[in-house]
């Protein structure tokens, strides 16, 4: 459970193994003879709204630690391509190179973002 705080694991590995030893546990309590059925339902009903809100906040955020570490041009063109969800001729226009200029670095730029995401 600790590799959470170092960031190694998300939040989803760490919660499922929290619930994963309670339901151990409370089977052993009860000596392994307890029906499915008579489990508080608390132990088996999933939330995958919760869960899901979580998850995606955790990868925002790691996003936007790894936007702040890309260069100037770099964040410009996120900001471009993934905030204002410009058209790849608009793009062209703005930053004055052609299309396939355009997809090179939007490419590279993806290749980055998750080398940065994958060094967390």
Known sequence: ?????RQEASLRT???KIAYHEVVDFLQERKKSVPLEDLP??????????EEHFLHD???QLLEEAVKQL???DQELYGLVYREELPIEELSQRLGANTLNI?????RLR??????????
């Not at 459970?1 to 705080?5: A, E, G, K, T």
């Not at 339902?41 to 919760?50: A, G, K, S, T, V």
């Not at 997809?103 to 490419?107: A, E, P, V």
């Open 103 to 107: 997809w090179q670095r939007i490419s």
């Open 71 to 73: 260069s100037v041009e």
């Open 1 to 5: 459970m600790l590799r959470s705080f």
């Open 14 to 16: 760490y919660l499922l």
């Open 111 to 120: 290749k980055r973002l998750k080398a940065l995401i994958g060094k967390k």
């Open 58 to 60: 955790e990868q925002v």
């Open 41 to 50: 339902l608390e132990m088996i009903e999933q939330l995958p709204q919760q």
